[in-house]
């Protein structure tokens, strides 16, 4: 692995990005190296370098940025440029399309957010050819794009990268903007058509027609919802829109809709279906799209002990089985190549059967074909101890969720990345650590330079947590579920508090957090409910559901 890493959501580690390079059609030929062909040409992606070969040249997957100039240029290939005529990394511009010698368009690639804002406020296109402002990210199993185009005295923000475009047709007519026109009630926060969180009350809600896309998290853990009507204009919803909606009783895909992320109903603990979409089947409570290749979501109020998945399904979707209590055994079929985030997670009772080469099961762990990467652990084995096999070098984001009967894990020498914290919300379990990536002290485990701090758990959290001096970064999902921890004080070096890294922390009730905070991420002191106040100084950035599910009063200094 390289030394060099960026602090907060580490690239290595985010198994964010090996979806993302499945979602742009990469297939994995060896352990960490994805490639794909297009018509005159490939690309390489070499995960663990933190590269990618490109028409004989790395180029780097270092930052955020690197990889919104990846899907980029994978897109353009996809429309039907040809490799000679796109140029990376030349000059001021990250990407350039040359025709015949002749420059015709320049894309400037930034990161989701605020350099995206701060560039499109800042720049002037002092040349005749049209100039792009570009940036992308995957959210919620779908990848969101936004580009503004700079074109003489004009700016657009549709017309280059659609679906349909056809290479080098710049002429401005062909350009155009998509503008908000509609008005909403304020209990739905929406942006550009794009309904981003409801905070309303009701327990029937409509979604006003005019939105578009349902974002990821919209409805996050809106239990006191019993139906929801989606309209005709909806064309997408997000991973995780509904998640946790545990008295969601009915909702309906409409005819409009085309576009799924990752489960959006996962923790729908009695959700009753109505699909008229073309572009998904829902069969028996398991919802798949139009070939049946992908499954998305299967019902956990479904009272079946048994579920063969159908030898159609090549892939299964991040937590489409979640916590379906129900289910004893779930058999995977040959077909079966890809699977999202620990799809069976907080399953109480299942074990599984696996029929497909591409997966190993044994002792209860789901690994890939060469056992390089664990994906899952059954908690319906209810054992106490787990020694994780020396072939391993990867542990995926939330293999062992909520496996409360797990008393001692032991990571061994060959392990040489977690994906955030895959021992989240187990409750009872203290780990053993042999990797030489990954230092343990007092039962906290850091990364090896003691910069960021990866994973305490609940029984740690009971003897009393001290952070050391140094730490940059307090990792994604670190604390969650320690339901024993009560108080914390954060250093001073601390820059960053990574997504949900403090969620569901029940009993906390006093935080001490750094002078010179730089950065609170989404969900980080989600559903603290015994968090009453907390003291944060003007220049730090807390991000939209930070404190959700609080009373918290926040006091700016």
Same mark, same amino acid.
């Given at each position: 692995?390289?030394?060099?890493?960026?602090? #907060?959501?580490?690239?290595?580690?985010?198994?964010?990005?090996?979806?993302?390079?499945?979602?742009?059609?990469?297939?994995?030929?060896?352990?960490?190296?994805?490639?794909?062909?297009?018509?005159?040409?490939?690309?390489?992606?070499?995960?663990?370098?933190?590269?990618?070969?490109?028409?004989?040249?790395?180029?780097?997957?270092?930052?955020?940025?690197?990889?919104?100039? *990846?899907?980029?240029?994978?897109?353009?290939?996809?429309?039907?440029?040809?490799?000679?005529? %796109?140029?990376?990394? +030349?000059?001021?511009?990250?990407?350039?399309?040359?025709?015949?010698?002749?420059?015709?368009?320049?894309?400037?690639?930034?990161?989701? /957010?605020?350099?995206?804002?701060?560039?499109?406020?800042?720049?002037?296109?002092?040349?005749?050819?049209?100039?792009?402002?570009?940036? @992308?990210?995957?959210?919620?199993?779908?990848?969101?794009?936004?580009?503004? %185009?700079?074109?003489?005295?004009?700016?657009?923000?549709?017309?280059?990268?659609?679906? /349909?475009?056809?290479?080098?047709?710049?002429?401005?007519?062909?350009?155009?903007?998509?503008?908000?026109?509609?008005?909403?009630?304020?209990?739905?926060?929406? !942006?550009?058509?794009?309904?981003?969180?409801?905070?309303?009350?009701? !327990?029937? =809600?409509?979604?006003?027609?005019?939105?578009?896309?349902?974002? +990821?998290?919209?409805?996050?853990?809106?239990?006191?919802?019993?139906?929801?009507?989606?309209?005709?204009? =909806?064309?997408?919803?997000?991973?995780?829109?509904?998640?946790?909606?545990?008295n969601l009783l009915k909702i309906n895909l409409p005819s409009?809709?085309?576009?799924?992320?990752?489960?959006?109903?996962?923790?729908?603990?009695?959700?009753?279906?109505?699909?008229?979409?073309?572009?998904?089947?829902?069969?028996?409570?398991?919802?798949?799209?139009?070939?049946?290749?992908?499954?998305?979501?299967?019902?956990?109020?479904?009272?079946?002990?048994?579920?063969?998945?159908?030898?159609?399904?090549?892939?299964?979707?991040?937590?489409?089985?979640?916590?379906?209590?129900?289910?004893?055994?779930?058999?995977?079929?040959?077909?079966?190549?890809?699977?999202?985030?620990?799809?069976?997670?907080?399953?109480?009772?299942?074990?599984?059967?696996?029929?497909?080469?591409?997966?190993?099961?044994?002792? /209860?762990? *789901?690994?890939?074909?060469?056992? $390089?990467?664990?994906?899952?652990?059954?908690?319906?084995?209810?054992?106490?101890?787990?020694?994780?096999?020396?072939?391993?070098?990867?542990?995926?984001?939330?293999?062992?969720?909520?496996?409360?009967?797990?008393?001692?894990?032991?990571?061994?020498?060959?392990?040489?990345?977690?994906?955030?914290?895959?021992?989240?919300? #187990?409750?009872?379990?203290?780990?053993?650590?042999? @990797?030489?990536?990954?230092?343990?002290?007092?039962?906290? *485990?850091?990364?090896?330079?003691?910069?960021?701090?990866?994973?305490?758990?609940?029984?740690?959290?009971?003897?009393?947590?001290?952070?050391?001096?140094?730490?940059?970064?307090? /990792?994604?999902?670190?604390?969650?579920?320690? !339901?024993?921890?009560?108080?914390?004080?954060?250093?001073?070096? =601390?820059?960053?508090?990574?997504?949900?890294?403090?969620?569901?922390?029940?009993?906390?009730?006093?935080?001490?957090?750094?002078?010179?905070?730089?950065s609170i991420g989404e969900w980080a002191f989600s559903y603290?409910?015994?968090?009453?106040?907390?003291?944060? $100084?003007?220049?730090?950035?807390?991000?939209?559901?930070?404190?959700?599910?609080?009373?918290?009063?926040?006091?700016?200094?």
């Open positions: 692995m390289a030394n060099e890493k960026i602090v #907060c959501d580490t690239l290595f580690i985010d198994m964010k990005y090996v979806i993302l390079y499945h979602k742009l059609g990469f297939e994995e030929t060896s352990p960490d190296i994805f490639e794909k062909s297009f018509n005159d040409g490939n690309i390489v992606i070499f995960s663990e370098n933190q590269n990618f070969y490109y028409k004989n040249k790395y180029y780097p997957l270092l930052d955020h940025k690197d990889f919104v100039i *990846l899907e980029c240029l994978n897109r353009l290939l996809e429309i039907g440029y040809s490799s000679d005529e %796109i140029y990376l990394n +030349s000059n001021y511009y990250d990407i350039e399309l040359i025709q015949n010698e002749i420059p015709l368009l320049n894309i400037i690639c930034e990161q989701w /957010g605020d350099d995206f804002k701060g560039k499109i406020d800042s720049f002037q296109n002092l040349k005749e050819i049209p100039c792009v402002i570009y940036t @992308s990210k995957l959210s919620g199993g779908l990848i969101d794009v936004i580009s503004s %185009i700079f074109y003489r005295n004009n700016i657009y923000n549709h017309g280059i990268f659609e679906d /349909g475009c056809v290479p080098f047709n710049f002429k401005e007519s062909d350009l155009w903007n998509s503008i908000q026109i509609n008005e909403y009630p304020p209990d739905f926060e929406v !942006e550009n058509d794009v309904l981003l969180k409801y905070s309303g009350n009701d !327990e029937n =809600v409509i979604i006003p027609a005019g939105i578009i896309k349902i974002e +990821s998290g919209a409805f996050w853990n809106c239990t006191f919802i019993s139906t929801v009507y989606i309209p005709e204009t =909806v064309h997408s919803i997000g991973g995780d829109a509904f998640v946790y909606c545990t409009s809709l085309n576009e799924i992320g990752d489960d959006p109903f996962a923790g729908c603990l009695s959700i009753r279906i109505e699909n008229d979409s073309d572009a998904f089947i829902l069969e028996n409570g398991v919802l798949f799209d139009r070939e049946k290749k992908r499954l998305i979501h299967y019902n956990s109020n479904n009272i079946s002990k048994d579920y063969t998945i159908p030898n159609t399904v090549e892939w299964i979707g991040k937590h489409s089985f979640y916590k379906c209590n129900y289910l004893e055994k779930v058999v995977i079929s040959e077909n079966v190549n890809f699977m999202g985030n620990n799809p069976f997670s907080d399953c109480e009772n299942l074990i599984l059967e696996n029929h497909s080469p591409h997966f190993v099961y044994e002792n /209860g762990a *789901l690994l890939n074909h060469d056992k $390089t990467l664990l994906m899952h652990y059954s908690k319906g084995l209810k054992k106490e101890k787990y020694i994780i096999p020396d072939t391993v070098r990867t542990i995926g984001r939330n293999s062992f969720w909520n496996c409360i009967n797990l008393r001692k894990v032991v990571i061994p020498e060959s392990v040489r990345q977690l994906g955030y914290n895959p021992f989240s919300h #187990c409750t009872n379990l203290e780990l053993e650590n042999h @990797s030489q990536f990954y230092a343990e002290n007092n039962g906290i *485990l850091y990364d090896r330079d003691y910069k960021e701090l990866v994973c305490c758990t609940n029984i740690t959290a009971q003897k009393g947590v001290i952070i050391p001096d140094g730490l940059l970064s307090i /990792g994604r999902n670190s604390f969650s579920g320690c !339901e024993s921890l009560e108080k914390i004080i954060i250093p001073d070096s =601390v820059k960053t508090i990574a997504r949900g890294a403090f969620s569901d922390c029940t009993k906390l009730k006093d935080v001490t957090l750094p002078k010179n905070l730089e603290c409910e015994n968090l009453k106040s907390i003291e944060i $100084t003007s220049s730090t950035k807390t991000a939209i559901n930070s404190f959700r599910g609080t009373d918290v009063e926040i006091i700016i200094k």
